[in-house]
């Protein structure tokens, strides 16, 4: 069984990459940056997550505030932001321990959404026993849902 953290990279460049901050002025653009998220724009929020995440762009690594701009996203739906915080815990990350079941939560919200890399990887965590009891029927499930999308880690892995 693999697990599928490919998406997670393309995600992270994407929205990461989208933030624009000025060489002279990277706070005052940050302040900027962070006014927009906190009124509710999830692709800032989860490019300032990869941000703190990577600690790039002019600010400092800290994945205690990555999780919190994941995190605000995520509970505004957005499945890119549940499957990072689901790939993220499953991990495990500098001072964020691997927790399967807050994994596992987290993937079955973008799951649910459609979002077949997540479906990919719950089919792991179940075929494995991450944090759940081993069930290769709910693993056959979930891998057979991210393969009818072309998930070829999930087509693998049946």
Same mark, same amino acid.
């Given at each position: 069984?693999?697990?599928?953290?490919?998406?997670?990279?393309?995600?992270?460049?994407?929205?990461?990459?989208?933030?624009?901050?000025?060489?002279?002025?990277?706070?005052?653009?940050?302040?900027?940056?962070?006014?927009?998220?906190?009124?509710?724009?999830?692709?800032?929020?989860?490019?300032?997550?990869?941000?703190?995440?990577? *600690?790039?762009?002019?600010? @400092? =690594?800290?994945?205690? &505030? %990555?999780?919190? !701009? #994941? $995190?605000? +996203?995520?509970?505004? /739906?957005?499945?890119?932001?549940?499957?990072?915080?689901?790939?993220?815990?499953?991990? *495990?990350?500098?001072?964020? @321990? =691997?927790?399967?079941? &807050? %994994?596992?939560? !987290? #993937? $079955?919200? +973008?799951?649910?959404? /459609?979002?077949?890399?997540?479906?990919?990887?719950?089919?792991?965590?179940?075929?494995? *026993?991450?944090?759940?009891?081993?069930?290769?029927?709910?693993?056959?499930?979930?891998?057979?849902?991210? +393969?009818?999308?072309?998930?070829?880690?999930?087509?693998?892995?049946?």
């Amino acid at each position: 069984m693999r697990f599928k953290f490919s998406l997670l990279v393309t995600i992270g460049l994407t929205c990461f990459s989208s933030l624009t901050f000025a060489a002279d002025e990277p706070h005052g653009d940050l302040v900027t940056l962070e006014e927009k998220a906190n009124a509710g724009d999830t692709k800032i929020q989860i490019g300032l997550g990869f941000a703190y995440y990577s *600690g790039d762009k002019g600010v @400092p =690594k800290d994945m205690n &505030k %990555a999780i919190e !701009w #994941f $995190e605000k +996203a995520a509970n505004q /739906g957005s499945k890119e932001a549940q499957f990072i915080l689901g790939a993220t815990y499953l991990d *495990g990350k500098d001072n964020i @321990p =691997k927790d399967y079941t &807050k %994994a596992r939560e !987290w #993937f $079955e919200k +973008a799951a649910d959404q /459609g979002d077949a890399a997540s479906q990919s990887n719950l089919g792991s965590i179940y075929a494995k *026993g991450k944090g759940v009891e081993q069930d290769f029927h709910k693993a056959s499930q979930w891998f057979e849902k991210a +393969a009818a999308q072309g998930d070829d880690t999930a087509e693998y892995n049946l």
